[in-house]
């Protein structure tokens, strides 16, 4: 899937323009991806209702249309009082301004051979801003495209306040790139009706999530105190700062500087940690540890094979990953014969869920790798879906909301049938980041997740438990058989 050439303030200028502030944005046509002429941008924009067409020049200019009504290859033109035409960038500069259409019959134009088309001129006969027509083909440098904005005068639909041409596009219609968006709004399903139901979100509530990781422990028959919990994820999913959010919630308050965090080119985890968390300073650890990897990328980190030596407890706390260099039972620490309490008793991927629809091919067949790995050994598989707030504006506003939040559930879903693993498997979370204060939502959420890896352990153990007795119950058969 290709990335969108906007920024994050660009769109919020957007919604500005528009006066929509949970517009969210899809990218439905680029040029470079799709072929620039008019049967391709039709075929994937028609009938997608509210669009935005932003064209890129060679000058440095980006500009273009919004319409809320739909694109149709109908030769007709629409009737559109909300359309605008619109300026980003001149010469790389950012230099917003909004041209509102003042003609609404004539805001946009429809025909099955041409690009994004706006206006009308009445007295000239000729649009105000067609992006292309026909086909254009790329040069190795650009698409010279046909487009034109000629319509600049007197009887043109678009309102121009002192504003030329040259101001608009630098007369240049010579593309780098050519996107479409789809603008729809973020949705919640009804208050009553939530796609998960929440135990709720309550200091209490909270308060009882806290007990029961607290007094966790897990079957004492397999001699194990700690549960050991492995995190796995691309770089900047948010692993560490997954620990990071669960030891500030006993703590009592935000810390992020424990595991290392941060946006950086490659992980920001260099060494292999076994997190525990003690709710008071040198006390008592809880009955779990949190065991943070390297990320994930496509030509560097943990392969398959040094996962597997992870999940078999082989590599020690604080082992030093070398991105060039796999584990081997030569390397540094190197445990060969793991006791039960050193294995891994639950698998975490963690996936940043406004990034897994863009997810490299090359990751996502590490991770399905490393699930066959984990489903030979029987071991149970969780999912967090890290940054909801990323994806649902009304989550960004209030994390409780996310049981209610339609694009948050087809979240769920989509990593559900990607990886394979039951949705009840698979648990929305925010981790702190700019927070600088707990947060009740926040806390339940991530306690919430804790306390479903739990349990899955919990149905690893007893698995584990009836094979052993299973196997304790044939040796004596065997020994009575042979008296």
Known sequence: MSKSKLSSQDFKQFKVWMKHPK????????????????????????????????????????????????????????????????????????????????????????????????????????????????????????????????????????????????????????????????????????????????????????????????????????????????????????KSSFFNTINSIYRGYVTTTQATTGCAPHSMTTKYRMYEVRPERGGQSLNFRLCDTMGLEDGQGPGSSDLCYLLDGSVPDWFQFNSTVHITPESPGFVKDPGFSSKIHCAVFVIDSSTVGVMSQKVFEKLSDIRGHVNQRGIPLIILLTKIDQVCPYVAEDVTQVYHSEHIQEKVDEVSAKFGVPRAQVMPIKNYESETELNLGIDILALSALRQMMRCADSYFDDRYDLLASDKLSNMNIRQATK
């Open 23 to 238: 517009a969210e944005f899809k990218l439905l046509y680029k040029a470079s991806r799709d072929g620039c002429n008019g049967q391709a941008f039709h075929k994937l924009c028609d009938n997608k209702g509210p669009t935005l067409s932003v064209a890129y020049n060679t000058a440095g200019y980006a500009f273009g249309g919004y319409i809320s009504v739909s694109w149709s290859s109908a030769n007709k033109y629409l009737n559109d009082p909300s359309a605008f035409l619109f300026r980003l960038y001149d010469h790389k500069q950012s230099k917003p301004i909004k041209l509102q259409c003042s003609n609404a019959t004539y805001a946009a134009y429809c025909n099955v051979t041409f690009g994004p088309t706006f206006g009308y001129n009445v007295n000239s006969g000729s649009h105000d801003l067609v992006f292309f027509s026909a086909t254009c083909n790329h040069n190795g440098t650009c698409f010279p495209t046909n487009g034109s904005a000629a319509g600049w005068a007197p009887g043109g639909s678009y309102q121009i306040p002192n504003i030329t041409i040259q101001d608009f596009c630098g007369g240049n219609y010579q593309y780098t790139e050519i996107e479409v968006y789809e603008i729809s709004e973020a949705k919640l399903f009804d208050e009553d009706k939530p796609w998960r139901k929440a135990d709720g979100w309550t200091p209490k509530i909270r308060g009882v999530l806290k007990d029961y990781v607290s007094v966790y422990a897990p079957l004492k028959q397999l001699s194990v105190r700690q549960i050991r919990i492995l995190l796995v994820g691309q770089i900047g999913a948010g």
